[in-house]
């Protein structure tokens, strides 16, 4: 009874919040709304820059309910924190703020060009641009770009970032990071080179197409060996764009300023608009809601999406509606089908299911169309390589019985089967999925079990082959993102049958197929990213040919923006928008 | 509470100050103890409880993509590669005489008290939690302030108006305090009050010291929240005590002295009343203290339920360990101080 | 009811209950109703009591716990709370204390004679003093409350004085002692001297020894007669026991069911009792000079219920001779009639047949 009436008092909490929030939406607003309203238009920043501006001045409000997980750029993994480090944290290279695929082309930062590639794509030569400085004045040297690359390896002191660079370029040498080296200069990385203070070098031992995105990543950003102070960095780490940080309160409020060192010549990104940015994190996310639309906030940073009263808002009102943007995050989710576990061992029941599946269910137990499109492949729309291959029809949202039929008669099982759905106990979503789809194979006489498993444990339970067999696990719902936005760093762990682990395993399919991993191999040998993601699109067409994921939806989060806000882009490589290129139209 | 009233009679000698210290000199080692027993539960469960699921504890405070290196770093951070007993033995150790901390760069002393590090940002847990205590202090201090004369008048007045209008009123809007939950009331009044009327700011902490207009405006609004919520407690409680209070045959007599009302209520019936409540007064401050989750986070304040809701939140062990002992330390501290109080106001209860 | 009947029973109110002006009594109760409204009905706990006590004299009011003996003394008192209220007690007749109307006079003025003009010992002196105020503050508190130009030194000696009156060893510091620290003896003895603390002309106690061991008993009593002596107050003194009157009464009241059954002197209330309730509260009560203790007999069946009390003469389920009196018991309320000099009784069996009862069966076993 009592837990009835809360949830009465929560509904009412909504509308209360729903009828009061508008009416401060009108009284407090900050945003000259009748400049933006013109050019401003729902995913308008997904296509176009959305109020393109120079004019400098004002700070930026951004707001947050959860803190970064570090300021240090080496040690963080927040999608939002790496936004952020588009502010105070350069790289050799960088995403440029541009909308559409454009934004996935990396181009020059701290470079002076893209790298000189030679020795068969194992040699990155990079120089780095003059006249670079840390915010401290000291100058900024290749140095301090390798020293910084070093830091990664000190994975014990500086635990929490991405680990890419220290896997590639370790190459036997078991580099212990820095603060273990015994170089007395901290230089004992041996494949990384600075001939001179204005060159790096990078040696691979093989060829790979995505080493420059992990370049672009902030974990290599540089760093001034003589202010590192190792685990206390993330405190107050040194800038190289333009702002840095002022202060910096955990959990409660980052205040950046513009960092006096940094010089526009220098850098072709960024065009350091607002004179300060204050984020301020609260610890109530329909509060944030409120003052976004209030005009009181200019950006939740967070990026995953207003909660749903502010949602039921923003959707029925044009107004709201035209400062959001709701496009895809890079994250895929999808219901893999195992190969080891009959009778998913034939292609033919696998297709059946793809058939039998009603995408428009599937995308409801999702939260609806503003949390994802229906997907029709494995590779979201931010990832290069994408296109809109649907051999299914998924597409059109409806089961098609009759096909899924004829698929069942020819695996052998025209009258249907019988297997088990594991979804993880702690994503109500998942479980709705689960739910959805046994209701529609159910229609031709697929039944499924739907097993509800520790969500904590997912890298045992499902990613443990011989539990999943043990289970009889024929069916499993799963989701995926990627860290950088090319296709091998995306699909390659789903499919490449070398990649199936006895613990941790995320080729959930268990598909070992030779082709597919061939051209797995040749993509990683090329040099150009296109060509890469050519290869890629042939692997993603030849995965879902074998029908082994059921992909579900492309996650999109329906966020909003202040109109005062200028520049305003979506960056599809970080799947939000970004930080780095926006600024205010009334300079306050 | 019938156990530590001694009704024998003429036999009682009235307490002596000696007597005194040395029970509160007692008592504040049975803190100290319960606070022992406090952290080696702590302790044990989020060591213990993994273990005995067979995974291993450091897997719980790994980030994504945990390499090897980075989860054994962690593990001697948190001091999980030693025997379990030698990590409560070194826990304990810190918070005597400080431990010491390897940055990679250097050493990074964290004086004593000494509850670890926390993992989310490297700073002393207790710095944290001693920054956050005046927020949640100044948070339960007015709260608590309102709802005792809040809950303890309207509960009087409903105990001598009973079955008045007044009464059935202040009773049911009592059972509605009690009932509604903190993230209605909060939000409502922030958007009433902060956003419809503009009369308060948009809640955040401002530090007394600094400013002390603007530490109670913007306190004003968790402060009535919170105050609702418990006022109501209290208005019943006052109310079912106070009616058991008129009952008794004392309240006869002192009107049989020919006692106005005003000094048969407002002293006789009011100090027996204020007893059973007083003890539930420091119980819920003590717990409040510890922190007050909902109305932190609804209103954006950065006290110590907010480190708590974190600290869980990022698997931030060292935090979670510090809150709870901080937690328990006014929560043991208001027992004390509760039963103190009541030995000064109940003669008949006896330091013993 | 017969002529000769109605006649006697005027003669009656003549003497106790009739004058609407002030009587010359100290105190004087007149047709006094007090009736409580509860879900089950009604409950009449006193329906039209009438009685005088003189100055310095003492009254005993007699009779089982629900016969309306403790609510006729808080009456007198005017401790009833929410008096006239919807759910409160409806209370009416006439209480005249030394020529001052309480019923319908303003509360505040019985206030103020409250612990000065009249006080009141209660029968549990554990419960009915406050356990957190030192004996002391209890005793001052009334004194000062009507003498406020009183120090508060004066007060505290005062309440030593009081203490050593009614025989509290060590005065001087049992006067800073609560409640909890004196046995149940000496608790009534500090009890007795709250209800002093203003020399009150007036002394309601309520079961003074109920509660006490019987040796305390005899001695509770005694100080009551000596003080009574001492400061010439009037005394009622509320028991269910006959016993702890009969050395101390002057008069004798015996309530049955909120009325009256028999009241008289008390001399007369021993030897000649008219009334067979009042024979059998003799009979159940003990006594050291009683030679055969055996045949102590109680009072046979329950109280009567006071909301819907038995028809006729309310002691008749209980009567042993209800047979004597041609079914009128059962069918007439009995009015107090006059049985002897100032002493009258309520019962419907002939004098001469009560009397002729009295001597040949009650009597030899008393």
Redesign the interface.
Known sequence: MIIRNRALAAVAVVGAVALTASACGGSKGTGSSSDAAGKSSFNAAVTSIVNPSTKKGGTLQFWANQDVDSLDPTRSYYAFAWDLQRLYARTLLTYPSQPGTAGLQLTPDLASAMPTISNGGKTYTFKLRSGLKFSDGAALTSKDVKYGIERDFAQDVLPGGPVYLQQILDEGQKYPGPYKDTDPNKMGLKSVQTPDPQTIVFNLAAPNSDFEYYLAMGASTPVEQAKDTGANYQKAPLATGPYMIQSYTPNQAIKFVRNPNWDQSTDPVRKALPDAINVTITTNADDLDSRLLAGTADLDIGQVGVQTAAQAKILTNPQLKANTDDAPNGFIRYIAMDTKVAPFNNVHCRKAVEYAANPTDLQTARGGPTAGAIATNMLPPNILGHDNYDPYGLAAGKAQVDKAKQELALCGQPNGFSTTIAARNNKPKEVKTAEALQASLKAVGINLTIDQYDGAQSSSVIGAPSVVHKKGYGLMVFGWGADYPTASGFLSMLVDGRQILADGNNNLSEINDPQINSLIDKAAAETDPKAAAADYTQINHMVMDQALYLPVVYDQALNYRNPRLTNVVFLQALGMIDFASLGTSDGK | MGGRR?????A?A?GQPSAVLLYIVRRLVNVVVMLLVVSMITFGIFFMVPKLTGTDPVYLYVGKNATPAAVEGLRVKLGLDKPLYEQYGLYLKGIVVGRDYSTGTGVEHCPAPCLGLSVQNEDPVWGDLTSDLPITASLAAGASVLWLILGVGTGALSALRK?SIGDRVTMVTALAGVSLPIYFTGLLSIYLFCYTLNWLPDPSYVPLTQDPVGWAQNLILPWITLAFLYAATYARLTRATMLDVLG???I?????????ER?VIGK?AM??TMTPILTVFGMDLGGLIGGAVLTETVFNLHGLGNAALQGIQKNDLPMIMGVTLFAAFFIVMANLIVDLLYAA????VRLA | MTKSDSAKTEAVIDVSASSSGAPTSFLSVRNLRCHFPTDDGIVKSVDGLSFDLERGKTLGIVGESGSGKSVTSLSI?G?HRNVGKK?GPQISGEIWLDGQELINANP?EV??????KM??I?Q?PL??????Y?VGQ?IT??HR??NPQVSKKAAREHAIQLLDRVGIPQPDKRVD??P?????G?RQRAMIA?AL?NDPSLLIADEPTTALDVTVQAQILDLIRDLQKEFGSSVIIITHDLGVVAELADDILVMYGGKCVEKGPADKIFTEPEHPYTWGLLGSMPRIDRELQDRLIPVKGNPPSLINLPSGCAFHPRCPYVDRTEGRSTTETPLLTNVGENHLAACHMPLEVRQQIFTQEIAPRL
Do not use: N, W
């Open positions: 001694s009704l024998q009679g003429e009682a009235p079955r008794e045959d004392y006869r007599t002192a009107r049989a002295k020919g006692l106005p000094i006789h100090r027996s106001v109940d003669p008949r | 008192m401790l759910r505040d206030r103020k004679l409250r612990g000065q006080a009141m209660f549990d419960t009915a003093m406050h356990p957190y030192t209890q508190e009334g409350q009507h002692q609560h909890h620290e004196f046995s149940g000496m709250m603390a």
